[in-house]
């Protein structure tokens, strides 16, 4: 896996940036596809402490790209697009897919000396929210909260687009047996409280849907059940 420090996919000029290789393995090291190279290990500019970390002390826009960890053996990681920017705005936000239930915290940076003022966040181009603190908060986000992200502030300009992965939450396998079709079963998960949905069995299938639980929604599957929800 690979991390980055500070954790997040948007740089100002300049900025220092840590990129790491996490895994069991002392195999993966960091590797990168910008306008100027492909398919580049760690290069010889930026400082390597060891084999799976790269430093860069002074980023510059030439150093946007993807990045990725790789081993000897061709295991990838997910790959992260980082961007480095001139201008006044930057948008950080999670590097790596928010999980759905999870909270999505963007924030609006201004580069020094500018502060925040009045921002708006948008989502596919669309205003989602406005924040005086340059900070916005998405609750419980779901897949359709999935989209390009950037914010604006008037006066100021706006950041680069980012793109927000969320990925579908799969919290448990549920198997039984329908004895009735059309009847209606109340379905429990221990690890999650209480389920507070239903759901009506209406034909063979394997099913695929959610439960909204005491505590959130969760994916299920049922296998060798009627319907769906």
Known sequence: CLRLFPSRSQFFLYESLTLSCEGNSSEFRVRRNTSKQINEFCPQYLTQIDKTECISSELYETD??????????????DAVYIRVTDGPLILDSPEHPVSEGENLTLHCRFRPP??????????NGVLVGSSSTG?????????????????????????????????????????????????????????????????????????????????????????NSRGSL
Request: hydrophobic letters at 25%; aromatic letters at 10%.
């Open 64 to 77: 946007s790209g993807v990045y990725w960890c790789e081993s000897a053996a061709g295991e990838r990681s």
């Open 114 to 123: 500018l502060s925040s003022s009045l921002t708006g966040f948008y989502r």
């Open 135 to 223: 900070r916005f908060t998405i609750r419980s986000v779901s897949k359709s909260d999935e989209g390009f992200y950037k914010c604006n502030a008037s006066e100021v300009g706006e950041s680069a687009e980012t793109w927000v992965a969320v990925r579908e939450s799969v919290d448990s396998v549920v198997s039984y047996t329908v004895t009735q079709e059309g009847k209606t079963h109340r379905i429990t998960e221990p690890q999650d409280g209480p389920v507070l949905g239903r759901v009506r069995y209406v034909r063979d299938s394997l099913t695929e849907g959610r439960l909204r639980t005491q505590n959130h929604q969760s994916r299920f599957r049922t296998e």
